[in-house]
């Protein structure tokens, strides 16, 4: 069993930046082995992927957020990243990070205009 925690949300303007953390426990081999992502949610809107990370560090990203948001791990903290700048308004929505059928609770972003 592994549990994820997820922290680092807040309230920020646009342009700013944000660094989300992504820590799991538990069977921490499983996490390793494991690519890890990052997913979104607005109000009103599906949750999608926006970044995700290969145990072997390879990544990919959503269109829209490409060139903005940096996707990490350390392994040895077993702590997954996602770094976020140019924020922008719509980058609104509560960010959840995930692995295989693990799920984190959510933290909440928030970029005022």
């Known amino acids: 069993q592994v549990q994820l925690v997820e922290s680092g949300g807040g309230l920020v303007q646009a342009g700013g930046s944000l660094r989300l953390s992504c820590a799991a426990s538990?069977?921490?081999?499983?996490?390793?082995?494991?690519?890890v992502s990052w997913y979104r949610q607005a109000p009103g809107r599906q949750r999608e992927m926006v970044a995700i990370?290969?145990?072997?560090?390879?990544?990919n990203y959503a269109d829209s957020v490409k060139g903005r948001f940096t996707i990490s791990r350390d392994n040895a903290k077993n702590t997954a990243y996602l770094q976020m700048n140019s924020l922008k308004p719509e980058d609104t929505a509560v960010y959840y990070c995930?692995?295989?059928?693990?799920w984190g609770q959510g933290t909440q972003v928030t970029v005022s205009s």
């Open positions: 990370i290969t145990s072997g560090s390879s990544t």
């Open positions: 995930n692995f295989r059928t693990y």
């Open positions: 538990g069977n921490s081999f499983i996490f390793r082995i494991n690519a």
